[in-house]
């Protein structure tokens, strides 16, 4: 047995089975190898990105790490977007680099550079396995590492040598180190807040905006103390819908969330960051917590929230059967031209009940939150790191995760420019993808944000901003990779398209036509 | 004036006039200032990686740095690929990197990240601007270590308060510090190798291969001496054709590489590494070096070749005027079916004089150096730094750089996916860039390698290499993004297609459909 064979037995023992890959030649051993472990899926991606970026979406579904595999510096280089954004939604990932032999780095061959400082930007585990006998073990330790709480990008830096070489032994998965703790102190001082009266928020972070008998907790809590709760502005996974508890984000736009958050004396933070703007801004405050506010994290992302909250109900007395539930609403199918606010219409009245949204609609989708709230019960996934391309590979990546249920990736046309290829792996696959592309042929939200920092932009500022010369035809790029696909421009055709895409299996696209929304 | 107004205004002051953008809100006020300074050209992208390999396509034909504006760490990630190639071939760029405003910095907001640390894997020099008085004077030190001898990637961090504050002082350019270095002993040692008869090989680097006149004291010495010539596998830029010097270059194959190489007594290299295979192979050497061979590093890449060169031509008493030229030849127009070396004769019978080729023909390029070695003078750009999707970006930046030539790109199916967003700058700049997609509908390259590392592939890793389920269409994809195309798939088609596109205008593209070569 060589290295690569008993590392993807290993793998599999810990219940890793799906690899996104993109391989070059120093891993043609570990791809050799699938065929030795049937169990584990190697699904193959014509760009890293798109592999990192769906196993983002696999994790954030299933709370499993699915395992990447990527050639050497530049094939992580290519992948390191997605997997930032995977480290900023706390997603488990078996990030697999291969290398070269390690007695040919002396060679400084062209493709050698530096891996691990590369890995170091998106991982909170890196390792370089040394030899086939330890290789198994290492990989072990990755998807401990990975579970690790809140979780994260475990890299694991693979020598082609160590996966040819003989004499691998299967490893036994290892448990992942979860030292959940709570602090009595903050827990005392979160309380006292609380039974004070005085404005006070609750601000969830992503173990609680994904489960809603969390969510109901503090919900509930809110009932009993007058506090008021929002979430984060872009969580990882939320569960929503009608006879759930509904949640309030924290607004992208600094000076909307400035009003949310106004009058408020206490923040309490459970499992979330501090709130603070996206970017910073010139004359603007980029801490979000109001003047003279008090803050309390009374638990940390990757703490016990479960544990904490329990904490907090308990001493209130408060109850999760108190927590109001949104009522299911459908809105009418739209009409007329089709514009963001109708095309949110549209896809709250047909989305199907288990849909999961992959929603990087950024300004065309200012709408959704509040014409989807009420529509079935469903997952919605959200730009957590900011860095764009991170839709369609985490729609396909969710479709993997969750085969039978529909995957909506709602996706703005500059950001589907930076990972198109993931519509080639959603084909191969035959995923059940509605991929919807807001076209309003502009990086739209340069155009306001260009506004916003007070630059002063002439033509050759907003030449920088424009995508319709030429037109991009997202028709004729989906046709080509595949994927059968339609484009609309009114309300009514818009509907029409969307119930074709949802009630026909394999992935379809549609290409919306939309004037900016700003 | 703020500092990015300074900045710019900088850049161009030190020849920097061109800015490769992909940019994002921390980098508004950079593209705001893009109206002040209208000497400087940006030129948008729709992926960073179209950005990075088109600074080093331009830089490669200039010799001179291009900016390229990134969007943070995840933006800098997306363009690493190419700023790795960038780096093995020398090319000077300019990277700038927007950040955060600085004092945002402590808000860890979604998308920060460790930006120097992804910088470092591909930088000669990386420095993070710190206000407004002193950024342009970092710019232009950015210029000046970009051009540092051999050149190389010089990344500027650039934090949005110090682009939009006041105070910006214009910079005079800085001199690049060229310590052009010979050495005596090693010139002593080479001299006395090449007098002694015995089988010796000068292997040349990219500053002779891309330069005829030196290629041509190479030769000459080769010819007063008996000594062979090679170049290195993947140059950064040859200059080629009937007239001048040949070249014969290195095999990629290591067994072919060994071939080459067998029963040399010294390698003398002259501003080239010493020869190693690209990969490492079970049981292969991955030293190319013949055993017992010496070898002498005469001049190192970033030394004194001009100066070395003619200490030893000098004390051998060669002449330039003795080195064999190439004759002009042009084979005649192929007929039958589309095959790798069919399409070589055609590209070979049509290649326009001063064109500029970017090759990422991979496998289906193996006929292309031999039946173009008589074509009409023109340059030949490969894939120093290995890193795939360099082809398309690195034609867009050559055409940036060298309006009025014909930019010919031979592109590999799979690496096309990599940065095929290539086309819409192409298309929006008018650029005169025929691309010719060799489509064989796999990773061709990796099934031979999978064979030469000694792995037995089954179902599961043959299909990892398979892009034929679904096809991709080429044409679909090129008219996507608003570049003429069309498929072809034989010979005398091939011949017309690329007649055609060199006649026309701006950007088309042929996907040829060629069987696998190996």
Known sequence: MNGAQALIRTLV????????????????????????????????????????????????????????????????????????????AH???????????????????????????????VSTWVHTSSDPETVAADGAAAVAASLASPGGVATLILPADVCWGDGGVVAKPVPAPNPLSTNADLITRSIAVLQSGEPTALLVGDDIAGDPELLAEVAGL?????????????????????????????????????????????????????????????????????????????????????????????????????????????????????TGETLAAAVAALLPAEAIVADESNTTGLWLPGATAGAEPHDWLSLTGGAIGFGMPIATGAAIACPGRRVLNLESDGSAMYTLQSLWTQAREGLDVTTVILNNRSYAVLNLELRRVGATPGPAALAMLDLSEPAIDFVLLAQGMGVTAERVSTSEDFYAALERSFATPGPSLIEAIVPNSF
Chains 1, 2 share one sequence.
């Not at 014509?46 to 970026?53: D, I, N, R, S």
């Open 91 to 121: 997603s488990p990932v078996v990030n697999i680099v291969g290398d070269h032999a390690t007695y040919h780095h002396q060679h400084d061959a062209p493709l050698q550079s530096d891996i691990g400082a590369l890995a170091s930007n």
């Open 13 to 88: 023992d810990a219940g890793v089975d799906v690899v996104f890959s993109n391989p070059g030649t120093s891993e043609m051993h570990f791809v050799a190898a699938l065929d030795d472990v049937p169990e584990m899926r190697g699904v193959l991606t014509l760009f890293e990105g798109v592999a990192t970026g769906a196993a983002d979406g696999y994790a954030r579904m299933t709370g499993n790490p699915a395992a990447v595999l990527l050639h050497l510096g530049p094939g992580l280089g290519n992948g390191i977007a997605n997997l930032h954004n995977a480290r900023r």
């Open 222 to 338: 809110a009932v009993a103390t007058g506090a008021r709760v929002f979430g984060e502005t872009f969580p990882s996974r939320m569960r929503r819908g009608a006879g759930l508890p509904g949640l309030e984000r924290i607004a992208y736009l600094a000076e909307f969330a400035q009003m949310q958050l106004e009058g408020l004396v206490h923040i309490i933070t459970l499992g979330a960051k501090s709130p603070a703007s996206f970017f910073a801004y010139p004359g603007k405050a980029s801490d979000l917590v109001p003047e003279g506010a008090t803050l309390i994290h009374a638990v940390d992302p990757g703490g016990d929230v479960r544990a904490t909250l329990a904490a907090l109900t308990s001493a209130i007395g408060s109850s999760a059967e108190n927590a109001p539930l949104v009522a299911a609403f459908r809105p009418e199918p739209p009409t007329g031209p089709l």
